[in-house]
């Protein structure tokens, strides 16, 4: 499996895909690991990063729902919480709930046959937000620790942290 080394360079492009054509041999910045969108980013373009020597890394919402995902409509009510300040459609999502926890093994699964490298998921900190119906809950919110940094994938249901494997069942 891959880990990232402490001297490679980032690339995080989450509002849109990388534009990479078929031709490109080199990417600018010229870095070594991109962290893109995993709704967003097309196989092809994971392939041309790939062979252009890059990793990648697929971002996603784990704990918050966004209502413009192609998988939005997998949650049901009770799995949403309060919204997320500053960030209009998302809402704060019960970690805790068994569908969740389905749909975020989905996204996983998902990664893993783009091609992406490692995962990246985003708003597993619910229970430090004052914010968040669930601040301070005794949900399985310590099933992440967003402070490491993500890496590859050891098998289909793991995601292995520098320190740690956190099994998502």
């Not at 099933?143 to 998502?168: C, G």
């Amino acid at each position: 499996s891959w880990t990232p080394s402490v001297s490679d360079t980032w690339q995080i492009i989450l509002s849109h895909p990388p534009v990479i054509s078929s031709s490109d041999t080199s990417t600018t910045p010229n870095v070594s690991i991109f962290d893109i969108d995993l709704f967003d980013t097309s196989v092809e373009t994971i392939r041309s990063l790939h062979s252009m020597g890059k990793k990648v890394i697929c971002y996603f919402s784990a704990g918050s729902y966004e209502d413009w995902r192609p998988d939005a409509g997998k949650f049901e009510k009770v799995d949403l919480g309060h919204d997320l300040d500053g960030w209009p459609g998302e809402k704060w999502l019960e970690l805790g709930s068994q569908n969740v926890r389905r749909i975020m093994k989905d996204r996983i699964n998902m990664a893993k046959e783009k091609g992406c490298d490692g995962v990246d998921p985003d708003n597993v900190d619910a229970y430090v937000s004052t914010k968040s119906p669930y601040y301070q809950s005794n949900h399985a919110y310590a099933d992440v620790d967003t402070s490491k940094t993500i890496m590859a994938f050891p098998s289909p249901r793991t995601i292995q942290y520098p320190t740690s494997n956190i099994s998502l069942v």
